[in-house]
C-alpha cells in the first residue's frame, strides 16, 4: 500500500519560515519524481516545486528564490524549506509522487501565513 503523509504545516507570521516534510512508502522512491501543490481556499490546485529522481528541480515563479525542495532517498523522504513566507502562501500543501503513469498524493498539510 503506497502512502504520502505530509507534515509540519502550522502558523507563521508573515517572512517567517517553514519546512515542510512528506515521506513515502510502499513506492521506490528513488525511481520517482516529487511535486509539491497547494491549493488556497476557493482557488485551484498549484504545482510550487518539483524535483526529479536525478535531483533537478523546478519552481514556480511566485516561489522562486524563497523556497527549496529537496529530498532523502534514505528516509524515503521529500522537503520543502519556506523562507521569506507571505500572506499568499497560505494553503494546504500536497506532495505527489510520479512514475510514468503512476502518480500518488497525500493529505495535505495547512500552511497559514499571518500576523
Known amino acids: 500500500q503506497v502512502q504520502l503523509v505530509e507534515s509540519g504545516g502550522g502558523l507563521v507570521q508573515p517572512g517567517g519560515s517553514l519546512i515542510l516534510s512528506c515521506a513515502a512508502s510502499?513506492?521506490?522512491?528513488?525511481?520517482?519524481?516529487l511535486d509539491w501543490y497547494r491549493q488556497a481556499p476557493g482557488k485551484q490546485r498549484d504545482l510550487v516545486a518539483s524535483?526529479?529522481?536525478?535531483?533537478?528541480?523546478n519552481y514556480a515563479d511566485s516561489v522562486k528564490g524563497r523556497f527549496t525542495i529537496g529530498r532523502d532517498n534514505a528516509k524515503n523522504t521529500v522537503y520543502l524549506q519556506m523562507n521569506s513566507l507571505k500572506p499568499e502562501d497560505t494553503a494546504v500543501y500536497y506532495c505527489?509522487?510520479?512514475?510514468?503513469?503512476?502518480?500518488?498524493g497525500g493529505q495535505g498539510t495547512q500552511v497559514t501565513v499571518s500576523s
Open positions: 505527489s509522487a510520479r512514475l510514468g503513469i503512476k502518480k500518488y
Open positions: 510502499g513506492i521506490r522512491f528513488s525511481l520517482y519524481a
Open positions: 524535483i526529479t529522481s536525478g535531483g533537478t528541480t
